[in-house]
């Protein structure tokens, strides 16, 4: 999936990872929640890209 930008709605639930402008990771994650706004990241220029969609009691990925 495409590098996300801060501030932008979250498509799914669960993790994601920080990436810098060139798309290199960081290692550091955070965790979103779907239709919620994506926080802040560390440093101008970097943006997110999901690492592990969070399953709902139904045992379905949250793809929605």
């Known amino acids: 999936m495409a590098n996300l930008k801060p501030g932008r709605d979250a498509p799914l639930s669960g993790q994601y990872e920080i990436v810098g402008p060139r798309g290199g990771r960081t290692g550091d994650e955070r965790t ?3 239709g919620r706004t994506l926080p802040p990241t560390p440093k101008s220029g970097q943006g997110y890209v999901p690492v592990d969609p ?11």
């Open 32 to 34: 979103a929640i779907r």
């Open 54 to 64: 969070t399953r709902n009691g139904a045992g379905r990925d949250n793809k929605r």
